[in-house]
């Protein structure tokens, strides 16, 4: 089992340019999220998912959308790219909601210049 | 909503020392608290968990301990070892309207030198 697999890794983007994150996870899991790592702020929730075809704002949602159009996936997307949206996007994956582990991926770091 | 406070920010300690991390929590309907350690370059890990409806968790040299009246608990690492140096998260999670948020600590750096 692969777990948690995020691509790319690594991106560069200009400001006004827009991008997708890709997450696939092979657990099964109905609960999906996407969260943002910054230095000092630990782990901020941007957008999260209860289930196939369902998303919903968490704590940073401003400039970033969500889709979650297979069980398995879900896709962070950055319509017109800030210097703000430089971080490392971490997704993570979960069979109940806040009280069973979350299941990290390696991250992407995006910086935006 | 719930607010985490995570002490110290980096702990610096030599192999075979304890290191204890503190997290304080503001919502006393948290009902479930994980502690994540983080490597260089990977995402964070469960290294262990408790629920409310205990006080204290031991797994080998890690152990958790809860106190709901004070609204803190923290993490103790004994004979700590060099790869145990890491970034470590504690993290809550509320019930009631917000059932299921996990509102994370800032992180502690953990350097444990040979």
């Known amino acids: 089992n692969a777990g948690v697999t995020q691509t790319p890794k690594f991106r560069v983007l200009k400001t006004g340019q827009s991008m997708t994150l890709l997450c696939a996870q092979d657990?099964?899991?109905?609960?999906m999220y996407w969260y943002r790592q910054d230095p000092g702020m630990g782990l901020r929730l941007i957008h999260y998912?209860?289930?196939?075809?369902?998303?919903a704002k968490g704590e940073v949602p401003d400039g970033y959308n969500v889709s979650r159009l297979k069980k398995q996936n879900f896709l962070l997307g950055l319509e017109s790219a800030a210097p703000s949206q430089t971080s490392v996007y971490f997704c993570a994956s979960s069979w109940d909601r806040g009280r069973s582990p979350l299941h990290f991926g390696n991250g992407t770091r995006l910086t935006v210049t | 909503g719930e607010n985490v406070e995570q002490h110290p920010s980096t702990l610096s300690v030599q192999e075979g020392d304890s290191a204890v991390i503190k997290c304080t929590y503001s919502d006393s309907a948290s009902n479930y608290f994980p502690w994540y350690k983080q490597e260089l370059g990977k995402g964070p890990q469960l290294i262990i968990d408790?629920?409310?409806?205990?006080g204290e968790k031991k797994d080998q040299r890690i152990a958790v301990t809860l106190n709901k009246t004070a609204k803190h608990f923290s993490l103790h690492i004994t004979e700590t070892q060099p790869e145990d140096s890491a970034v470590y998260f504690c993290?809550?999670?509320?019930?009631?309207?917000?059932?299921?948020?996990?509102?994370f600590g800032q992180g502690t750096i953990l350097t444990v030198h040979p």
């Open positions: 993290a809550a999670t509320t019930g009631g309207t917000s059932y299921g948020k996990l509102t």
């Open positions: 657990m099964n899991h109905e609960y």
């Open positions: 998912s209860v289930g196939e075809g369902t998303t």
């Open positions: 408790i629920r409310s409806n205990v």
